[in-house]
């Protein structure tokens, strides 16, 4: 998520209430996640664990509740809760505005672009030319939408990122400032859901077809041409790449690659990242051929269990 204009390290650091590390004027660009900041971004770490990671990363502004050494060309963000102020900038930069209307007076429509009675198209959103949007189809802020998407009743674009930190209290929640993006001739089943990013953004690329009851989790990227059945969930900074095929109820687990021209069979749980052009299967998930051997084994140990007891 990158500011309207570009912030001094001071100002910043005045929003937030912290005390900083380097020159008051050290330009500030925006904010992001680590596996999307570039440089002028602020990223936050809160847990030793991945102090070297922030700091090594491409962010040029890091937010860490431990004054350590800086690195050269680098600045610091000095916090008692970064993720409480990582919210406070979030919340600064890109506040939540009620909606007036059903369809948003800031709203962008292309051309013999169709909206049926009950949709709702909040504040800044883009939409192409010649799409159709059905009944009751919810498209949240921000979100850009390219020519010829089908969309169909029930599908909410732009919904919060399922991203909780647990504390004493229970769990509180990362803010989302980022957007939902669908490219050219995309086409989406009743009922799915495709959370925004948490800074960045959730991209559905050209002429991927989405069907009914599908969840894409935030900062998730899909690639061209893709088909996804019915009811698969895919987690959030997960990257499907071209052409892949997923059958119905797949799980997949968040920040995992797919490859290209993958095939993931119904009902598999995808834990790790899979390469491109083979077919998969199963939970874990795992080449076609070599889970279907697995299973044909396992089937054959009550028949060896016999023969050892009859030579007994």
């Known amino acids: 998520m990158k500011f309207p204009q570009a912030h001094t390290l001071q100002q910043i650091a005045t929003i937030i209430s912290s005390e900083y590390v380097g020159d008051s004027n050290f330009l500030v660009l925006g904010m992001n996640e680590i596996h999307v900041v570039s440089s002028g971004d602020i990223v936050f770490v809160d847990h030793p664990k991945y102090y070297d990671k922030a700091l090594q990363s491409a962010a040029t502004v890091i937010l860490i509740n431990k004054k350590v050494e800086c690195p050269e060309g680098k600045a610091l963000l000095i916090s008692d809760d970064p993720f409480r102020d990582f919210n406070i900038l979030t919340t600064y930069f890109k506040p939540f505005k009620k909606a007036d209307s059903l369809i948003s007076e800031t709203a962008k429509i292309g051309k013999n672009t169709i909206i049926q009675p009950g949709s709702f198209v909040g504040n800044n959103v883009k939409i192409g030319d010649n799409c159709c949007i059905h009944a009751n189809v919810s498209i949240y802020d921000?979100?850009?939408?390219?020519?010829?998407?089908?969309?169909?009743?029930?599908?909410?674009?732009?919904?919060?990122?399922?991203?909780?930190?647990?504390?004493?209290?229970?769990?509180?929640?990362?803010?989302?400032?980022?957007?939902?993006?669908?490219?050219?001739?995309?086409?989406?089943?009743?009922?799915?859901?495709?959370?925004?990013?948490?800074?960045?953004?959730?991209?559905?690329?050209?002429?991927?077809?989405?069907?009914?009851?599908?969840?894409?989790?935030?900062?998730?990227?899909?690639?061209?041409?893709?088909?996804?059945?019915?009811?698969?969930?895919?987690?959030?900074?997960?990257?499907?790449?071209?052409?892949?095929?997923?059958?119905?109820?797949?799980?997949?687990?968040?920040?995992?690659?797919?490859g290209s021209k993958a095939i993931i069979s119904a009902q598999s749980g995808v834990s790790k990242s899979l390469e491109a052009n083979k077919s998969y299967f199963g939970t874990p998930a795992d080449d076609f051929r070599k889970k279907y051997k697995e299973i044909a084994a396992i089937r054959q140990i009550p028949d060896l269990i016999d023969k050892l007891k009859k030579n007994e």
Not at 148 to 163: E, P, Q
Not at 186 to 210: A, L, P, Q
């Open 142 to 258: 921000n979100t850009i939408i390219g020519n010829n998407v089908t969309i169909h009743a029930g599908t909410v674009l732009g919904t919060d990122a399922f991203y909780y930190q647990k504390r004493p209290h229970g769990f509180d929640k990362l803010i989302s400032g980022g957007r939902v993006i669908i490219e050219d001739n995309v086409d989406f089943g009743s009922s799915c859901t495709i959370d925004k990013g948490v800074t960045g953004d959730t991209i559905i690329k050209e002429g991927t077809k989405i069907d009914n009851q599908v969840h894409v989790g935030h900062d998730t990227v899909i690639g061209k041409k893709c088909l996804i059945a019915s009811q698969v969930g895919i987690s959030g900074c997960v990257v499907i790449e071209d052409e892949v095929t997923i059958w119905g109820q797949v799980g997949i687990t968040s920040a995992i690659t797919i």
